[in-house]
């Protein structure tokens, strides 16, 4: 809920800057630039960081730097070492976003490969919801699935290219669910609730393997492909997604068995944070990439 959530920016913003202000062991002086996500993003919450952090540098006569939220995610991977030599290609993984993008810089990047319909973080969710799972359902998902076995079979989609497509999947476990498993066909009689929650609930983690195992393969086989066309060999993934144990450790398998050199920033580094807006917002720092105090929020990524 958009206007829920900007009153939740409202009330925290200040007490979270003084708490990291607290731990960094540092004060406004000894900061040299201020940086805020402009997009993507809920309008109304991305005002709140805007305005908030406009305050600051026109308080105190330092740079603004306006920072793209999925950029943000590709340098995630130059927090921490080991870092990636540019340049890399990064799988880009969240509920809004589905990207490979290829690196060359921090400032110059290029999008080879994206969703054409539903992210593949809104996929897990939204199955999730089908299984009756609370929101967010993608960790219970990743949590399940680590004790059942992929058994049950969903499509994967084929669309040229390096971009990707979910709906397909996901209207095939919605029927799948529907029928409790008896078929994928979509005219076949549907099965009464209870005959459906009683599959569900006796096959939940087989169900929950079955789907992670195929939402993975369809990312790591575009990611692949992506990379052999490219030739590149440092390979990254990011976003919130790039916190689900199965990508994460069939990715790494993934490149051990084609030679790539395989960076995954640290878990805290996966889901949004402020960390990935600070790393960009220093390399944009080194080369003068100020905004202007009148810059303001985009709904949509602009890169």
């Known amino acids: 809920m958009p206007e829920l ?21 540092c004060t406004m ?14 309008v109304g919450a991305l005002i709140v960081g805007a305005q908030f952090t406009k305050s600051l540098a026109l308080a105190s ?7 793209d939220h999925m950029q943000a995610h590709v340098l995630a ?3 921490d070492y080991p870092k990636p030599a540019f340049p890399y290609l990064c799988l880009t993984v969240s509920g809004g976003h589905t990207q490979i993008v290829i690196c060359r810089s921090p400032s110059d990047m290029e999008v080879i490969g994206t969703t054409i319909d539903d992210a593949v973080g809104e996929t897990f969710d939204k199955s999730a919801k089908l299984l009756g799972l609370p929101y967010p359902g993608g960790p219970l998902i990743d949590q399940y699935a680590k004790l059942g076995k ?35 066909v979509f005219n076949e009689q549907k099965k009464g609730d ?27 086989n575009k990611l692949k492909k992506a990379a052999i066309h490219t ?5 990254c993934i990011s976003g919130g997604v790039s916190a689900n144990s199965s990508l994460r450790n069939n990715f790494h398998q993934l490149g051990n068995d084609l030679g790539w ?23 944009k720092f080194l080369q003068k990439d100020f905004a202007s105090l009148d810059v303001v929020p985009a709904a949509r990524a602009e890169w």
């Open 5 to 25: 959530a900007s009153r939740a920016h409202l009330q925290n913003i200040v007490p979270v800057v003084e708490q990291a202000l607290a731990a960094a062991g």
């Open 29 to 42: 002086d000894g900061v040299d630039a201020f940086a805020f996500t402009r997009a993507p993003g809920l």
């Open 61 to 67: 006569g330092k740079p603004l730097i306006a920072v």
């Open 77 to 79: 991977n130059l927090i």
């Open 150 to 184: 992929a058994i049950y079979s969903f499509p994967e989609p084929k669309i040229a290219g390096f971009d990707f497509s979910f709906s397909g999947v996901k209207t095939s476990i919605m029927y799948f669910l529907q029928n409790a498993g008896t078929s994928n």
């Open 194 to 220: 209870d005959e459906r929650v009683a599959f569900i609930e006796e096959n939940l983690t087989d169900i929950c393997a079955s789907i992670q195992q195929r939402l993975v393969s369809i990312l790591l």
């Open 231 to 235: 030739g590149l060999t440092d390979i």
């Open 261 to 283: 050199n395989t960076f995954i920033p640290k878990l805290e580094y996966c889901t949004d944070n402020g960390a990935m807006i600070a790393i960009t917002g220093y390399y």
